[in-house]
T-cell receptor, first 113, second 117 residues
Framework: SQQGEEDPQALSIQEGENATMNCSYK?????LQWYRQNSGRGLVHLIL?????REKHSGRLRVTLDTSKKSSSLLITASRAADTASYFC?????????????FGQGTTLQVKP | DGGITQSPKYLFRKEGQNVTLSCEQN?????MYWYRQDPGQGLRLIYY???????QKGDIAEGYSVSREKKESFPLTVTSAQKNPTAFYLC????????????????FGEGSRLTVL
């Protein structure tokens, strides 16, 4: 079952602009992760934020997590054409040891040069 | 270089045939996973294994089978019972096995695209 829902489904911006993608989920989580997928390729891990963290940075990426609203956002600053890809959030369930992530349906980002 | 290797990259299957997708990792990870991705969709979990000789069904296991005889290998067989097998299949691994409550990051292969003729 899909837990994460990304918004928007598609986003088109100019190079240099910032891109913001949102993810909402339904159940309690241990962590939330963001992945990137170039067309026809595998997914690449970008960043992981734990449930007791509110914000995390990695280079041009900024992730926030609001567990009270069950939502997260991924901000890519100063976007580049090479950032064109699909971005997925994935939630790690709290409790148990299933080790399963649940993926959302993704946001397709197009950065125009 | 450490990583996950999936093969073949492209595969064509006639109706009624079983096909096997290969997934090998040299990351010394305990856990391995198979996901299916349909166009414009997210990933759906088919099977996962947290330790050698053990595996669990995911959300869409019907029509698929797996084995985990070696830590490095987790092949997926798409059987003739899978009625709509055309999709992009992704294999992944992670450090965490049975002992891991915290789900760490997944490392993905480059995928195998299966088309039914």
């Amino acid at each position: 079952s899909q837990q994460g829902e990304e918004d928007p489904q598609a986003l088109s911006i100019q190079e240099g602009e910032n891109a913001t993608m949102n993810c909402s989920y339904k159940t309690s989580i241990n962590n939330l992760q963001w992945y990137r997928q170039n067309s026809g390729r595998g997914l690449v891990h970008l960043i992981l934020i734990r449930s007791n963290e509110r914000e995390k940075h990695s280079g041009r990426l900024r992730v926030t997590l609001d567990t009270s609203k069950k939502s997260s956002s991924l901000l890519i600053t100063a976007s580049r054409a090479a950032d064109t890809a699909s971005y997925f959030c994935a939630t790690g369930p709290s409790g148990g040891n299933t080790g399963k992530l649940i993926f959302g349906q993704g946001t397709t980002l197009q950065v125009k040069p | 270089d450490g990583g996950i290797t999936q093969s073949p990259k492209y595969l064509f299957r006639k109706e009624g045939q079983n096909v096997t997708l290969s997934c090998e990792q040299n990351l010394n990870h305990d856990a391995m996973y198979w996901y299916r991705q349909d166009p414009g969709q997210g990933l759906r979990l088919i099977y996962y294994s947290q330790i050698v000789n053990d595996f669990q069904k995911g959300d869409i296991a019907e029509g698929y089978s797996v084995s985990r005889e070696k830590k490095e290998s987790f092949p997926l067989t798409v059987t003739s019972a899978q009625k709509n097998p055309t999709a992009f299949y992704l294999c992944a691994s992670s450090i965490g096995g049975l002992a891991g409550v915290n789900t760490g990051e997944l490392f993905f292969g480059e995928g195998s695209r299966l088309t039914v003729l």
